[in-house]
């Protein structure tokens, strides 16, 4: 059974940037795709972007600019980097597995991991 | 705000039937599939419902999903105290080229 589990910082400071690692046990990285998803206090999910395997990348076109997501297949982990954060950043950082594209089909999800944005 | 639009909340006593109802557009839901996810309080969120209307093994058959144009809803029958939680609609968008969230509905089991 595949088990995803985020980790990285809990607080980060505004314009700095923000660092997330997902790690994949029970099942190889090495297939379908990896993303990250958010949700701000309050609000609802928003998907950040995703990776394939092979490095092939997709991030949502509002945090494009900032936003990088690589993938180390030898350690079995996906990572996110959010560059110039800012307070409407704080939010639960998740990452799931996403079975197929086009599709909105994530089957495993971690248990997410608060992350706030505060001097 | 989320793309696509759900109730805030729904409520019903146990053994009710409960229906959420989640709304797009033609880019969106009108043109992809539906999926569903339901979050238990403390938990990670769970695939409820895939491709509109399929459950995936272990999701009791009181669950179901149907779509409509641009329009789906999530029906919880025989509704137990365990089926308190926040209820997400998803699909892919087509405009952005990646997948668009609901902002949730809460169930309470009154």
């Known amino acids: 059974q595949v088990q995803l589990q985020e980790s990285g910082p809990g607080l980060v400071k505004p314009s700095e940037t923000l660092s997330l690692t997902c790690t994949v046990s029970?099942?190889?990285?090495?297939?379908?795709?990896w993303s990250w998803i958010r949700q701000p206090p309050g609000k609802g999910l928003e998907w950040i972007g995703y990776i394939y395997y092979s490095g092939t990348t997709n991030y949502n076109p509002s945090l494009k600019s900032r936003v990088t997501i690589s993938i180390d297949t030898s350690k079995n982990q996906f990572s996110l980097k959010l560059s110039s954060v800012t307070a409407s950043d704080t939010a639960v950082y998740y990452c799931?597995?996403?079975?197929?594209?086009?599709?909105?089909?994530?089957?495993?999800w971690g248990q997410g991991t608060l992350v706030t944005v505060s001097s | 705000q989320s793309v696509l639009t759900q109730p805030p909340s729904a409520s019903g006593t146990p053994g009710q039937r409960v229906t959420i109802s989640c709304s797009g557009s033609t880019s969106n839901i009108g043109s992809n599939y539906v999926f569903w996810y339901q979050r238990l309080p403390g938990t990670a969120p769970k695939l409820l419902i895939y491709?509109?209307?399929q459950r995936p093994s272990g999701v009791p058959d009181r669950f179901s999903g149907s779509k409509s144009g641009t329009s789906a809803s999530l029906a919880i029958s025989g509704l137990r105290s365990e089926d308190e939680a926040d209820y997400y609609c998803a699909a892919w968008d087509d405009s952005l080229s990646g997948p668009v969230f609901g902002g949730g509905t809460k169930v309470t089991v009154l």
């Open positions: 029970g099942g190889s990285i090495s297939t379908y795709y």
């Open positions: 799931a597995r996403q079975i197929v594209v086009p599709a909105a089909y994530f089957d495993c």
């Open positions: 491709s509109n209307g």
